[in-house]
């Protein structure tokens, strides 16, 4: 369970963080089956993906995973992107928290790295402004 508790680190804090900021964002998780919201709907896709689940066989046995977390911020186009860039900013709050974690939860150490974005995209056949906020990270268990 240790993937499962890594994942859920960092799903935690960007969603605590999102939701004290504007409780009417929807968070979407990429390992969970979802239907896209509706096109007045504001929500996020947030993607976790491991490039790297060793167990570390020097001294006392911990998982190690290290990988990349994509967020995609999606607001109607009708609310304009200021909305897009304070949803972002919570996001990158969130994300930034785990740093100052010390293994409070449930036993995971994680860590983000530079984080890229939001970069912001406004493709002519969709009803949402994307923004997308990305970064590398590790995790100890």
Avoid at 12 to 41: E, H, I, R, S
Avoid at 52 to 69: C, D, F, M, R, W
Wanted: glycine share 8%; proline share 4%; aromatic share 8%.
């Amino acid at each position: 369970m240790t993937l499962v508790n890594a994942r859920a680190a960092f799903e935690k804090v960007v969603t605590d963080a999102v939701a004290a900021a504007d409780n009417t964002v929807l968070m979407v998780y990429d390992n969970m089956a979802f239907t896209t919201p509706g096109k007045t709907k504001k929500y996020i896709l947030m993607t976790v993906n491991f490039g790297q689940s060793t167990l570390q066989n020097q001294g006392a046995a911990q998982a190690y995973y290290a990988g990349t977390i994509q967020c995609n911020v999606y607001v109607p186009k009708s609310t304009g992107t200021a909305e897009l860039f304070a949803i972002s900013q919570s996001v990158i709050d969130g994300l930034t928290s785990v740093n100052d974690n010390l293994g409070g939860m449930t036993g995971v150490i994680p860590r983000v790295l530079d984080i890229v974005g939001p970069t912001p995209l406004n493709i002519e056949d969709r009803s949402h402004f994307v923004g997308i906020i990305s970064c590398q990270f590790t995790a100890t268990v």
